[in-house]
């Protein structure tokens, strides 16, 4: 195949959205939340809706270690996260891109090692930790987090 008819076929996958062009990807990637995701956002309504309060995105410092549960009910000593499937490695849902396989497999574990590491740190510090998936219907996340608050 000519180049010319390979960056025509280039240009028309790009306009048909095929393609993202790295500059573009780099954009995409830089407007995913940390914070206040759509799920995340549920779970503290409800919870805040059944008279719950507590703290979003709370800095817990523990070792050297900054530690940001999405939610923190501080004087229980319970911290909650909502993750997501994609970048906490879901068993159901987590998958890796069929592009880029090495950076994205080394990403991803090192996201579930850190979700390991950051449980372990909290609970020798005398918290307890609840993560929930980003699939899970928000009434099942209520339920779980009512349980150990009430445990």
């Excluded at 996260?81 to 592009?99: E, K, L, Y």
């Excluded at 510090?125 to 899970?136: C, D, F, K, Y």
Aim: charged residues 30%; hydrophobic residues 35%; contains cysteine.
């Amino acid at each position: 195949m000519d180049a010319g008819r390979s960056q025509r076929r280039l240009s028309d996958a790009l306009r048909r959205g095929y393609v993202v062009p790295p500059e573009q990807r780099s954009s995409n990637m830089a407007a995913v939340k940390r914070s206040d995701t759509k799920p995340e956002l549920a779970l503290r309504k409800a919870l805040h809706a059944c008279g719950y309060r507590f703290r979003k995105d709370y800095p817990i410092r523990i070792s050297g270690h900054l530690i940001r549960p999405d939610v923190a009910f501080t004087r229980r000593r319970l911290a909650v996260f909502v993750d997501g499937c994609f970048w906490h490695g879901c068993p159901i849902h987590g998958q890796v891109p069929a592009t880029n396989t090495s950076f994205w497999s080394a990403k991803l574990e090192a996201n579930e090692s850190r979700d390991r590491r950051q449980d372990r740190l909290l609970l020798e510090s005398g918290w307890r930790v609840l993560r929930i998936w980003e699939h899970q219907p928000v009434e099942d996340g209520l339920e779980l987090v009512t349980a150990a608050l009430e445990a």
